[in-house]
């Protein structure tokens, strides 16, 4: 029980964080920031799995889609999708992830939930942006942030294991 409540601490704290301080390394005018928080939702996905992952996905994206005002539902369906995804990459005692798979799951989890919440949050509304506008405005400078952002949890290193595992 206690090991669940370290990952769902982790992704609050991730919460706050993305709410209040990740502003300040946006870039462009458009405020592209890294998703720390999908970093935590795959990171939650490749120790415990799937459910683990969908699970914490919804509830850290209920979270974000309250403080935020934005559609109420619209992160969580985000997450709850990459953290399926990540969830096929379940480590085990006798698996650990290496940092080149963590780097790609990460980059098809960050286009899943980027994609997901970009297309519907820009296409639903009575935008002016085109669907290809918000691939290149949105979606792949936000993976890309995130991608680069992400390197730092696995220059990290883990106790008990001489190889990498995230």
Excluded at 24 to 46: E, K
Excluded at 73 to 79: I, P, R
Excluded at 87 to 98: A, L, N
Aim: charged residues 15%; hydrophobic residues 55%.
């Amino acid at each position: 029980m206690l090991r669940y409540i370290k990952y769902y601490l982790l992704l609050l704290i991730l919460i706050i964080i993305q709410r209040t301080f990740i502003w300040m390394i946006s870039l462009t005018d458009l405020n592209i920031v890294p998703d720390i928080v999908l970093i935590g939702v795959v990171i939650l996905a490749i120790k415990r799995g799937r459910i683990e992952g969908m699970i914490g996905g919804f509830f850290a994206g209920l979270i974000l889609d309250s403080v935020s005002g934005n559609f109420i539902g619209l992160y969580s369906l985000a997450y709850v999708l990459a953290g399926f995804f990540a969830g096929y990459f379940q480590e085990s005692q006798d698996k650990v992830i290496s940092k080149k798979a963590f780097l790609g799951v990460m980059i098809i989890a960050s286009l899943i939930s980027n994609f997901i919440y970009f297309e519907i949050y820009f296409l639903s509304g009575s935008s002016l942006i085109s669907f290809i506008e918000v691939i290149y405005k949105y979606i792949l400078p936000t993976t890309l942030y995130t991608l680069i952002f992400s390197t730092i949890f696995i220059i990290i290193p883990r106790k008990k294991q001489s190889k990498f595992s995230y």
